[in-house]
């Protein structure tokens, strides 16, 4: 697999406002999406494309005296393909951004305390300095734009998710989500609200924190060396997993695991799903067993998982198929 990227051969832009990492003249190759879920446990989800000529009515959402509440904003940007228009990985049209989003309150850090952490791996040339840091209330979102956006070749977007699952690695101690590694994933949208049960409600905004853009090269130089595996003539004994004990790992981190592994497996088949519904379940509940969720979030990460299939499932029957799985491995 040859790495290498040629950005676009054009002059830079900086960075004036949050929405140009998002949207601009240049970035103007399919539809960014936001993705409403303040309606989810109604099966009321709402979904929206936005051009670089509806930016206006897009900023409107942001400007309102009485923000809306749980409202998310892709990555990257989408375009139809087969006459239907959808936010997943094989109707990618242009990637804009890489994304790192930290959980740092599920460690008890603080977002103030995790932004110090960050401050201090940047003065040390550790970790790439963000375009953009996004207050979500609760923890922390990281965007790394890219210069003029990348056409999404085989190569690109491979290189892109290598980039986000190496960066996601480096930041575990403070709170980074694996599963926020897809390129069809919404991270919450600037001066909207983020309501979450258990959780005071709290208005997320953004940072500029670099106004140069990065290319994937640049990113590529703060993570290790793509290294092909070696094929092998026969069979080794696998290693256990650095940090456990043979026979140690809990069922927590296992179901994290296997969470993970079917949003992988989503990502790599392009969508293309049989037996959705088995599937759904079983993230579900993976997704339980594996975290502290409650069961509107649960049901709020399905909705996502759900979007990324090339043909969606029925909302009621979705609905139904989360509480099954909830309600179960709450009890296993």
Not at 83 to 89: C, N
Not at 116 to 138: C, D, M, Q, R, T
Not at 196 to 210: D, R, S
Not at 267 to 294: P, Q, V, W
Request: charged letters at 25%; a positive charge.
């Amino acid at each position: 697999m040859n790495l290498s990227y040629a950005p676009h051969k054009h002059q830079e832009n900086l960075i004036s406002e949050w929405q140009d990492c998002y949207i601009t003249a240049e970035k103007n190759v399919g539809m960014i999406a936001t993705l409403d879920l303040s309606r989810i446990a109604y099966n009321e989800p709402k979904q929206f494309f936005w051009t670089y000529e509806s930016l206006g009515k897009l900023l409107s959402l942001t400007e309102r005296e009485k923000p809306y509440t749980n409202v998310y904003l892709s990555l990257n940007a989408f375009c139809e393909v087969n006459g239907q228009m959808k936010r997943s990985a094989n109707n990618l049209a242009q990637i804009r951004n890489v994304g790192i989003d930290l959980d740092c309150y599920k460690l008890g850090i603080s977002p103030d305390q995790c932004k110090e952490e960050l401050f201090k791996l940047i003065a040390h040339s550790k970790l790439p300095n963000p375009n953009l840091v996004i207050n979500s209330g609760n923890g922390v979102q990281l965007i790394y734009s890219i210069q003029g956006g990348a056409a999404p070749t085989n190569e690109i977007k491979w290189l892109t998710m290598y980039i986000t699952r190496e960066l996601t690695g480096q930041l575990i101690d403070l709170g980074a989500d694996y599963q926020t590694c897809t390129l069809e994933r919404v991270f919450r949208l600037p001066y909207t609200l983020n309501k979450k049960e258990g959780y005071p409600t709290k208005l997320v905004t953004a940072e500029i924190w670099n106004r140069r853009e990065w290319h994937l090269n640049e990113l590529m130089d703060y993570v290790k060396p793509y290294k092909p595996m070696k094929k092998r003539s026969k069979l080794r004994t696998v290693t256990p997993l650095k940090g456990y004990k043979k026979g140690t790992r809990t069922l927590t981190q296992m179901n994290m695991a296997r969470a993970n592994d079917i949003l992988n497996l989503v990502h790599i088949r392009n969508g293309e799903i049989e037996n959705r519904n088995i599937l759904t379940y079983d993230y579900a509940f993976a997704l339980t067993l594996g975290s502290d969720m409650s069961h509107l979030e649960v049901l709020t990460a399905t909705f996502q998982l759900d979007i990324s299939f090339t043909s969606s499932q029925k909302k009621n029957v979705l609905k139904t198929t989360v509480k099954s799985a909830y309600e179960r491995a709450t009890k296993f």
